[in-house]
């Protein structure tokens, strides 16, 4: 099969079943999916990292999640740019929208690979069969919430869920470990003695570091409400026009 007639096949493919699955469920299944999408947000990976980093210290979490999400964020947004595909709903008339309308590329799922990625490194060291047993539900939960709120091509979704398969290998076998190793020589270089794995007691004791602390997690949160406002006024202008 030639190039051009495979890419023609995926396309047909995709339409049908974005809009065979568009709004599957019902009003109470939709709201569901809506709800649980948001955990393919970056918001709540930057507040972990951030978490783990400042509140919490585990050098372990901090270089899992905080890699997986850099190399989702470097090679998504890569993709994004170099495909510019469309979203479903700019192409296909009758999808409805149920979630907020993304401005970003369709391809690949953004949403997809950090539920993915971060959903197996968290059971993976969690070592826990109850943790992995809610993941995988939780990811095709997720993944599927994509294709049925209308934003996402199904084919989005598969090479989305591929790269946090590869995010999550190349994090727990290849590059954690030695970022671990990095942040212990560094700990040792400055001669800082850290508590790990406890609340972090200068929260308590160091008006400053409480201080850094609210800045970090306050421009997170910052961060992700102006995101929101900025497409609450893309998609005001674009109704206007």
Not at 94 to 99: C, D, P, R, S
Not at 156 to 166: E, R
Request: with cysteine; charged share 15%.
């Amino acid at each position: 099969m030639k190039m051009n007639e495979w890419i023609k096949k995926t396309e047909e493919w995709d339409k049908n079943i974005v809009v065979k699955y568009n709004g599957f469920g019902g009003n109470l299944f939709t709201k569901l999916l809506r709800n649980l999408s948001f955990l393919g947000e970056e918001t709540i990976w930057c507040y972990l990292i951030g978490f783990f980093l400042f509140i919490w210290y585990d050098p372990q979490f901090l270089s899992n999640i905080g890699f997986a999400y850099l190399f989702g964020l470097v090679v998504v947004v890569l993709i994004k740019a170099l495909i510019k595909r469309d979203r479903p709903f700019k192409k296909i008339n009758n999808i409805e929208v149920y979630a907020r309308k993304p401005f970003s590329r369709s391809f690949p799922s953004w949403h997809t690979y950090n539920i993915v990625s971060q959903g197996l490194i968290i059971s993976y060291l969690s070592k826990s069969i109850y943790l992995v047993i809610f993941f995988i539900i939780l990811i095709g939960l997720v993944s599927f919430s994509r294709v049925q709120l209308g934003v996402h091509y199904p084919s989005d979704v598969i090479v989305g869920f591929c790269l946090g398969i590869i995010g999550f290998i190349l994090t727990i076998f290849f590059i954690s470990p030695l970022l671990i190793e990095l942040l212990f020589h560094i700990e040792n270089f400055l001669n800082i003695s850290m508590v790990y794995n406890a609340l972090n007691p200068l929260l308590f004791e160091n008006v400053w570091y409480f201080l850094l602390c609210s800045i970090v997690f306050g421009s997170i949160f910052l961060l992700a409400l102006y995101k929101h406002i900025k497409n609450q006024r893309k998609k005001e202008k674009k109704s206007k026009n």
